[in-house]
């Protein structure tokens, strides 16, 4: 190469080395095409090894089943003892959503229970949560089910038992959900308008009672999506508590399958469908395209002007709920973003994007 260097003039020197250049870049560009057709060519055997394993693993299943004379058994217990509770926050579009479980629960196979508490308690006694933990793990009869009402959070890995249910939630604008609260006290909404309520006939609106410094409209009534995921713990229920703001934070994340917003119900509802289809199948089409049976407004409510939001957002006790609000709706649109996807105005959901490789042992 050097006596080359010396015979050659220096421009064909250039040209050799620009040669050579492009002739590595050509052959490094065929190795990374030959590792790209390699690694497709596992993915491909690697699916096809599952699905070998997937097609054997149904295959001995049906044969047993035929054998003990259970063709028509669910082909997964754990899903058929699956047990979700819906412990939801008052006028968070609570009843709409669980309106669509009744919905779909004679369709899909599973039972709906409401969990009525006296006077609407969210607080369970001791021995209440030990009747509650026992019906909801032990009461074969009623699984899977569907549990829903007006509860605080409750950590059933406290009591003993084996299995813990899925728990699920939708949270909402704090002050716009104190409003919706203020105004169906007062006049009811539209899913059961003959039923007289609690606050029927006061007809100040709520601007009138922030003006006032009124008790419904006070500070202290936005506390109340910090408890609900809080929990049964004396802390959760002192107004303005910085604990019970953190311990919520953390049920959230990790005790909750997904927790929605009001705000962006649909997206919930598919979300929830593509995860939990034993229970959810079929929900956002009805959502979309149903008589809309499921949905419920509040009566006579009248958005409160920019003096009243104000003058809420000075409390700590927004700030705290606001805080606690935004964390969950930016939870909640981290998992959408790696859950679904908008295209000429549709949402979709994405694919499976995982898959299982490197089967060992070997399939004879």
Same mark, same amino acid.
């Given at each position: ?18 040669? @050579? ?17 390699? *690694? ?76 009525? &508490? ?38 059933? &890995? ?25 105004? @169906? ?32 409209? *006070? ?85 409160? &002007? ?25 939870? @909640?649109? @981290?998992?959408? *973003? ?27």
């Amino acid at each position: 190469m050097g006596l080359l260097r010396i015979m050659m003039p220096p421009k064909f020197q250039l040209l050799a080395v620009m040669a @050579f250049g492009v002739a590595m870049l050509f052959i490094e560009n065929q190795i990374q095409k030959l590792e790209e057709s390699r *690694a497709k060519l596992e993915r491909t055997m690697a699916r096809h090894e599952v699905r070998e394993v997937e097609q054997r693993q149904t295959r001995d299943g049906l044969q047993r089943r035929t054998r003990d004379g259970l063709r028509n058994s669910p082909a997964l217990p754990e899903i058929e003892d699956l047990i979700i509770i819906y412990n939801r926050v008052p006028k968070t579009a609570s009843t709409s959503f669980t309106n669509i479980a009744y919905d779909l629960c004679g369709k899909n196979r599973f039972h709906v229970l409401h969990i009525n &508490t006296t006077k609407n308690n969210p607080v369970m006694s001791l021995q209440d949560q030990m009747r509650f933990v026992r019906n909801v793990t032990s009461w074969r009869e009623m699984k899977p089910g569907f549990y829903h009402g007006h509860v605080s959070y409750l950590d059933f &890995t406290k009591f003993g038992v084996k299995g813990k249910p899925v728990y699920i939630n939708i949270v909402r604008d704090p002050i716009e959900r104190l409003v919706s609260y203020y105004y @169906f006290l007062r006049f009811g909404d539209d899913y059961r308008p003959g039923l007289r309520r609690r606050k029927q006939g006061d007809k100040k609106t709520f601007d009138e009672c922030v003006s006032s410094g009124g008790s419904d409209c *006070a500070p202290e009534k936005l506390w109340l999506q910090i408890p609900f995921f809080c929990g049964h713990y004396s802390e959760c229920w002192n107004v303005g508590s910085k604990w019970a703001l953190e311990q919520a934070k953390y049920n959230l994340v990790n005790e909750y399958l997904l927790v929605g917003v009001t705000e962006e119900l649909e997206d919930f509802i598919m979300m929830l469908e593509a995860a939990l289809p034993r229970f959810f199948r079929g929900a956002t089409e009805l959502y979309r395209t149903g008589k809309k049976s499921h949905l419920r407004k509040t009566s006579e409510k009248k958005p409160p &002007t920019k003096e009243s939001i104000s003058k809420l957002q000075q409390s700590n006790i927004w700030k705290m709920e606001n805080e606690f609000y935004e964390f969950a709706l930016e939870q @909640f649109q @981290f998992v959408r *973003a790696h859950s679904v996807r908008e295209k000429d105005g549709e949402l979709y959901l994405l694919a499976q994007n995982f898959f299982y490789e490197k089967i060992y042992p070997k399939v004879n």
